[in-house]
């Protein structure tokens, strides 16, 4: 029985994988408000009911969609979501995630970016979602360079939180850029320049003798 258990809990792992794989792909070639439950399920080979039964709502299939996201970014780059990474480590990290996203998942990107758009309104459905993930992203960012400045990595007394609004700022604004324009701009490119100047400004004075 307990084989006959894991087999199905791993159809329903593997059918919900699929109904979040059609729901980016729906999501980011028509539009949240453009897309349907149908059409996710229709794309996914399942029923509506079936779909429903797994997120509840269209609303609660866009969280899972986000969700992975950003657990997909977690899992490709081997860090957990509490792990404290050197300043080197984060820029490696957000570079890899640039070259990442220009080479597979535009498509998500754009869709993160469109939903971001969305909600802009505090009364908006994913408002709040978004609003907490850009301060968990924040804080993390803003430890990051506090954590630099205790190791000598960077100069001290550096003001980590609007370092930290700085990266997140940069973050957003150069994938809208790349996607805007992708003939133009280099995404990855764009993070190497962003990123060795931000290294540069950080760098601690040498000690005079």
């Given at each position: 029985?307990?084989?006959?258990?894991?087999?199905?809990?791993?159809?329903?792992?593997?059918?919900?994988?699929?109904?979040?794989?059609?729901?980016?792909?729906?999501?980011?070639?028509?539009?949240?408000?453009?897309?349907g439950?149908?059409?996710?399920?229709?794309?996914?080979g399942?029923?509506?009911?079936?779909?429903?039964?797994?997120?509840?709502?269209?609303?609660?299939?866009?969280?899972?969609?986000?969700?992975?996201?950003?657990?997909?970014?977690?899992?490709?780059?081997?860090?957990?979501?509490?792990?404290?990474?050197?300043?080197?480590?984060?820029?490696?990290?957000?570079?890899?995630?640039?070259?990442?996203?220009?080479?597979?998942?535009?498509?998500?990107?754009?869709?993160?970016?469109?939903?971001t758009?969305?909600?802009?309104?505090?009364?908006?459905?994913?408002?709040?979602?978004?609003?907490?993930?850009?301060?968990?992203?924040?804080?993390?960012?803003?430890?990051?360079?506090?954590?630099?400045?205790?190791?000598?990595?960077?100069?001290?007394?550096?003001?980590?939180?609007?370092?930290?609004?700085?990266?997140a700022?940069?973050?957003?604004?150069?994938?809208?850029?790349?996607?805007?324009?992708?003939?133009?701009?280099?995404?990855?490119?764009?993070?190497?320049?962003?990123?060795?100047?931000?290294?540069?400004?950080?760098?601690?004075?040498?000690?005079?003798t």
């Amino acid at each position: 029985m307990a084989g006959v258990k894991g087999q199905v809990q791993k159809r329903g792992v593997e059918r919900r994988r699929a109904m979040v794989d059609a729901a980016i792909e729906l999501f980011a070639r028509q539009g949240v408000r453009g897309t349907g439950v149908a059409a996710v399920a229709a794309q996914a080979g399942v029923t509506p009911s079936a779909l429903i039964h797994h997120f509840g709502s269209k609303d609660g299939l866009v969280r899972a969609v986000l969700q992975e996201a950003d657990r997909r970014a977690l899992e490709r780059l081997s860090i957990t979501a509490d792990a404290e990474p050197t300043l080197r480590q984060a820029i490696d990290w957000f570079v890899r995630d640039a070259e990442h996203t220009a080479a597979t998942e535009r498509a998500l990107a754009a869709l993160h970016t469109a939903l971001t758009a969305e909600n802009l309104d505090p009364g908006s459905p994913l408002h709040t979602w978004f609003r907490d993930r850009g301060r968990a992203l924040r804080s993390r960012l803003a430890s990051l360079f506090t954590r630099a400045a205790a190791d000598g990595t960077a100069y001290p007394g550096i003001d980590a939180e609007a370092l930290a609004a700085e990266v997140a700022a940069f973050l957003e604004g150069a994938h809208l850029l790349w996607l805007l324009d992708p003939e133009r701009i280099d995404l990855v490119a764009l993070h190497r320049g962003y990123f060795d100047g931000l290294t540069a400004r950080l760098r601690p004075a040498p000690e005079i003798t």
